[in-house]
Structures are given as structure tokens and as C-alpha cells.
């Protein structure tokens, strides 16, 4: 109950006073209510009123406290305000009388001021503790303390939670990465005291970035808790699983006799990963791979450990996923230079380091060359030139990829605008580049920079690119085609549904890849697949351009079933554009004695 004006006028200055400077801590509380029991008794004689009066004046102004109060004597509780008979649960009879020390265990009072709060705990009514700091001050008499309590469970509360979330994955319960990193390396040192071995498997699921993106965040959890009951039902009650980012989770293994043992666990967890998921009665189907390195025999370091079963991991991504790998010190010396390579490749663009060269397509009909596909080429200072297989993988990883590509297409076509024949410019664009959320307006505004026509600029998109989200894939095309550009897919027949991309995905060409070709010679098979290609891209009115052609009889049996165009060192090896305009007459003429042979 807050004080009335009546009371406030008994003691203005005090009650005002003590209204503004409580809240600041429990110390202000104290030294406020010390001085107001001095305030009352001096205004109580001054003003000749009784101190019965004054006492109860200033009860009605400490119980208006949140903080709980004691007035104790002789180590006994003399009183107590409201606020402190709700923290202890009891009601303020109960409590008076009650030695000090059973409601605070351990609460000593010397003679000193105690200026700092100290933490203890309330006894309850019902034996149970609650957490308090407390403070206190001897009264102006010196025949007792006045002491404050603050609950602090709230605070505790919120302090466990916050503990809790730096160390566990709110999301799944399970170990973080820091506090997995702690568990292995107390783990690693009991063994280096003891002997013992470790394995530590790092999980990830293959194409979890795919499913968020189709299936929405709320589904991607679904898998994600999922994927962690799966995991701890897998491994035994000794061993731990963590989370530790995205779609990463970690498993420690203690006690392992041998690395046959780490190899089951892994197998069971492929095993158990692959079956479906269930999400809102819809199966989902996904894998893992899992990356493995063992303790002392590849790390003594939990960091190390981490790493090296991390790059493992990465080997068997790059294998064909759903596998798991265990380290080898090669993938550490492959991993540094990989490193190594990242560097230079975030300065290789910004120092020129980078060009295109061009080679053509030909018509298989007349010869003619009817246009050129870009293709990157890095010449490292001190390495010399890089293969692209070594490179645009590793753009891809690192995110450089993207203002790549934009290069790519910028100077492709602003080449291409200026040559005299108005030949089409073929331009691969990567995943990341496809689904990057400004694609079409960079394809606008290189258009219009350039001045290139837009039916001269044909993009080139594999088919691993629309799988990950068709809907969205589809609109993307389909706004691209809008421009007037040409859509072409490119590895045509290494995905998993090329008949139905045909009919849905506004393309203008598929390109055959060159994998079908390297056989056909002497592969019935291959060339009957290049056959049924030709014929269901004819029937669907779309253009064939087949890759890779190195030999006359390649050619002669495209031209034989009735291919569109052809590219590849037989009819024209890659050149820069500088060398385009005096090597296109000795292409053209050799392109036409192919073709007439063919014919």
C-alpha cells in the first residue's frame, strides 16, 4: 500500500527521500531505512507525537518495498515487511521470533557496514531455497540490523537459460560447437594421461541448402531435430553428439578398439539417414556424408582433430556425397594448397589475372560458324595458367563465383559487340549465379551497356541447376527469355530428369555432353543415346549443339542423325579475342572440309 498525503506530511522529507533513492540497490535501502527510523523518533519528539504513532508510519512506508526487510535483535527476526513474508512464503508471525540463521543459513553479521551485497539462500516454508543477495547495516541504536533481501531467482533463471544457450543448440538440446569443442579436448586429455583412443565423425547432410530453399525453414527444422533423435539413438551412452552449425553435427567416440569399429558407426548412420523423413505426413528424402579422424593417430589437438575430420568430410562431398571418408594427411597438404590457391584467387581478379578465350560452334549443315562459347582462363603470375577444373570449383566454395561470373558476361559481351560478325556468345552461368536474386537485372544492364542485341547472348544453365528449385528456376528462365536472350542447357543427360526439364524450362538448345561422344565409336549404346537426344530435341523444335567433337567419325555421326551444331578441337580449338579475326577464315575452311567429309 502506498503512503496517503496524510502520512507523507509526518515525515515529508524522509518519505520522499526514501520514494526517489531505494530502487538504486540495496545499500540506498538500507541507509534510507536507518535513517528513517532516526528521522521518526526525532520527529516523533520534536513533534510530540508517540512513537507507537511513528512506528506505524513508517510500517506503512517499508512495506511499500519490493525488497524484503528484516529488523533483527539479538540474532533473532523482531520484524519483517510484507515483501519478505511473500519471499519466504510464510506469513509475518511465523517469521518473528525465528532465529536469523534458520530463514538465511550461514548469514553472519559482524559490527561493520556491509556495503556489497552478499548471495544466500532463503529457507522456505516447505524446506525448499531460494536465491537472495542481502545487505546489511546496523541500526542508529545499535540494538539490531536492519537487512534487505533481494530475490534474485529471476536473475539466476535468466542467467542458467543464457548459460545454456552459449553452450547448447536451442533448437535441437544438443552440445554446441564450443561446448563440444571443450568435452573433446578434456576428453583428448584424459586419454593423453591415460591412453585411450577417440574418434571424432563430423555428419552433413548433402543438399540441405536445396531443401531449405523448396521446402521453407519450417520443414528444415523438422529434419533437423530429426536428424539429431537419429543420431543420439545411434551412438552409445558414453559417447556425444553435438550441432555444430547449420545442417553439421559431430559425434565423439571414446574407447574405440579399432578403426572398424568407427567404420559400423558410420555405416549405421548412412543407413539410418537415408531412410525418409517424415514432415507433416510427407516423406522426405535426404543423405549424409561423414567426414572421420581418429585420436592420437591423426591429431592431439581438439582443433586439429575438428579440421582434419572436417577436410575428410569435404573428400567425401567431392567423391559423390552419401559416404563417408576417413582422413588421410594427403587431404592436409590438398586442403593447404587449396587455402593457398583461395588467396590468390581473391586478387586475381582485381589484378587482371583473368581472360576469355572463345571457341565456335559450328552448323554441321554448312560449315558456318554461327557463334562462340566463352571460356574462362586464369594466368597466374608464378603458377602459370590454372586449369578451370582447378578453379571455379573452389570460386564456387569461397563465394567469388558470383562477381566472376558478372566479369565473365560483362567482357564476353563487350567483345562480342564489337566483332563485325554478328555471331552468338554463349556464356555459362554458375548455380550460385543463377539463384543470386539479381540475376536478370545484371543480364539487363550488361545488355544495355554493352549494346550487344539480346538475341545474341545465348545462357547456358546445367541441369543440376533446376533441381535444386524449379519453381523458382522457372521463373528466372522465363524472365531472362523476356529479354530476348537464348536459353541453352548445358550437359545435357548427366541429371536425373532431362525430358521433363525440356517440356516445362523455356530452352532454345540443349548441349550434348561430351561424355556421350567420347564412346560412341565404339559404344553402340552411347551412340543410339546420342540418337534418341537428337531426334526428342527436333521433335520439341529445339536447337543440338554436341560437345567435345575430336574426330571425323564423332561428326559424321552427328551430321548422320541430323545434329544442329558441333564444337569442339576438331572443328576449332579455344583462341583469345585478339586472334578471332585472323584465325575464323582457317576455321571456317576447315569446318567445311569436315563437314563436306561428313556429308
Same mark, same amino acid.
Given at each position: ?6 502520512? &507523507? ?47 506505524? &508510519?513508517?510500517? *506503512? ?37 525465528? /532465529? ?66 552459449? /553452450? ?8 554446441? /560447437?564450443?561446448?563440444?569443442? #571443450? #568435452?573433446?579436448?578434456? *576428453? ?16 552433413? %547432410?548433402?543438399r540441405f541448402g536445396a531443401l531449405h530453399e523448396t521446402h521453407g525453414p519450417a520443414v528444415a527444422e523438422q529434419i533437423l531435430l530429426q ?15 553435438? /550441432? ?111 581472360? %576469355? ?17 566463352? %571460356? ?11 586449369? =578451370? ?21 560483362? *567482357? ?9 560478325? =554478328? ?9 550460385? #549465379? ?18 550487344? =542485341? ?26 531472362l527469355k523476356a529479354l530476348g536472350v537464348r536459353i541453352a542447357m548445358d550437359d545435357f543427360g548427366t541429371g536425373y530428369s532431362s525430358l521433363s526439364y525440356l517440356r516445362k524450362f523455356p530452352f532454345d538448345k540443349i548441349k550434348i555432353d ?25 521433335? !520439341? ?29 576438331? !572443328? ?28
Amino acid at each position: 500500500m502506498i503512503p496517503s498525503p496524510t502520512e &507523507r506530511i509526518v515525515m515529508p522529507r524522509a518519505a520522499e527521500l526514501f520514494m526517489q533513492e531505494y530502487s538504486r540497490g540495496l545499500a540506498a535501502l538500507v541507509g534510507l531505512v536507518c535513517g528513517l527510523l532516526l528521522a521518526a523518533r526525532r520527529f516523533g519528539r520534536h513533534r510530540g507525537r508517540r512513537p507507537a504513532d511513528e512506528a506505524r &508510519r513508517l510500517r *506503512t512506508l517499508v512495506d511499500t518495498t519490493f525488497d524484503g526487510l528484516i529488523f533483527e535483535r539479538d540474532g533473532r527476526i523482531a520484524e519483517v515487511n510484507q515483501a519478505m513474508c511473500r519471499l519466504a512464503g510464510s506469513a509475518g508471525p511465523t517469521l518473528v521470533g525465528l /532465529r536469523l540463521v534458520d530463514l538465511i543459513p550461514g548469514l553472519v553479521l559482524p559490527a561493520r557496514i556491509q556495503d556489497q551485497p552478499t548471495e544466500h539462500a532463503v529457507v522456505l516454508q516447505d524446506g525448499q531455497t531460494h536465491p537472495v543477495e542481502v545487505l546489511w547495516r546496523a541500526e542508529p541504536d545499535g540494538n539490531g540490523h536492519v537487512i534487505a533481501v533481494r530475490d534474485i531467482s529471476r536473475q539466476r533463471a535468466a542467467e542458467s537459460k543464457l548459460e545454456r544457450l552459449v /553452450r547448447f543448440d536451442p533448437l535441437t538440446g544438443l552440445a554446441n /560447437r564450443e561446448q563440444f569443442l #571443450q #568435452q573433446l579436448q578434456k *576428453t583428448l586429455a584424459v586419454c593423453e594421461r591415460g591412453g585411450g583412443t577417440v574418434a571424432l565423425l563430423v555428419v552433413d %547432410l548433402d543438399r540441405f541448402g536445396a531443401l531449405h530453399e523448396t521446402h521453407g525453414p519450417a520443414v528444415a527444422e523438422q529434419i533437423l531435430l530429426q536428424t539429431a533423435r537419429r543420431l543420439t539413438g545411434t551412438i552409445r551412452a558414453s559417447d556425444t553428439v553435438a /550441432r555444430l552449425e547449420r545442417d553439421t553435427f559431430a559425434i565423439m567416440q571414446v574407447g574405440t578398439a579399432q578403426a572398424s569399429d568407427t567404420a559400423t558407426l558410420a555405416d549405421r548412420i548412412l543407413t539410418e539417414m537415408s531412410l525418409p523423413f517424415l514432415v507433416d505426413e510427407h516423406p522426405v528424402t535426404l543423405t549424409a556424408s561423414i567426414g572421420i579422424a581418429l585420436y592420437p593417430s591423426d591429431a592431439t589437438k581438439a582443433p586439429d582433430l575438428l579440421r582434419h575430420a572436417s577436410r575428410a568430410l569435404r573428400q567425401a562431398k567431392q567423391d559423390g556425397r552419401a559416404r563417408w571418408r576417413l582422413f588421410e594427411l594427403r587431404m592436409d597438404l590438398q586442403t593447404r594448397r587449396k587455402r593457398s590457391l583461395e588467396s590468390d584467387l581473391h586478387a586475381a581478379l582485381n589484378a587482371g589475372q583473368f581472360s %576469355l578465350n572463345y571457341q565456335p560452334f559450328i552448323s554441321i549443315c554448312s560449315g558456318d560458324i554461327t557463334g562462340y562459347e566463352a %571460356l574462362l582462363r586464369w594466368d597466374h603470375p608464378q603458377r602459370g595458367r590454372i586449369p =578451370p577444373s582447378d578453379f571455379i570449383p573452389l570460386a564456387e566454395e569461397c563465394g567469388l563465383i558470383v562477381p566472376i561470373g558478372i566479369w565473365v558476361l560483362e *567482357t564476353a559481351c563487350a567483345e562480342a559487340a564489337s566483332w563485325d560478325e =554478328p555471331a552468338i556468345i554463349s556464356v555459362n552461368l554458375s548455380p550460385a #549465379q543463377f539463384i543470386h536474386p539479381g540475376i536478370v537485372d545484371t543480364v539487363a544492364e550488361v545488355l544495355r551497356q554493352t549494346g550487344l =542485341p539480346p538475341w545474341r547472348l545465348e545462357l547456358e544453365i546445367t541441369e543440376s541447376t533446376l533441381m535444386d528449385d524449379t519453381r523458382n528456376a522457372l521463373r528466372v528462365l522465363t524472365a531472362l527469355k523476356a529479354l530476348g536472350v537464348r536459353i541453352a542447357m548445358d550437359d545435357f543427360g548427366t541429371g536425373y530428369s532431362s525430358l521433363s526439364y525440356l517440356r516445362k524450362f523455356p530452352f532454345d538448345k540443349i548441349k550434348i555432353d561430351r561424355s556421350f561422344l567420347s564412346d560412341v565409336e565404339n559404344d553402340t549404346e552411347a551412340e543410339i543415346i546420342v540418337h534418341a537426344i537428337i531426334a526428342m530435341s527436333r521433335s !520439341l523444335r529445339l536447337d543440338v549443339t554436341a560437345e567435345g567433337v575430336e574426330t571425323q567419325p564423332q561428326l559424321d555421326m552427328l551430321q548422320a542423325h541430323g545434329c544442329t551444331f558441333a564444337q569442339g578441337y576438331l !572443328l576449332g580449338r579455344p583462341c583469345p579475342a585478339d586472334q578471332l579475326e585472323q584465325r575464323t577464315s582457317a576455321i571456317s575452311r576447315a569446318a567445311e572440309r569436315h563437314v563436306a567429309r561428313a556429308t
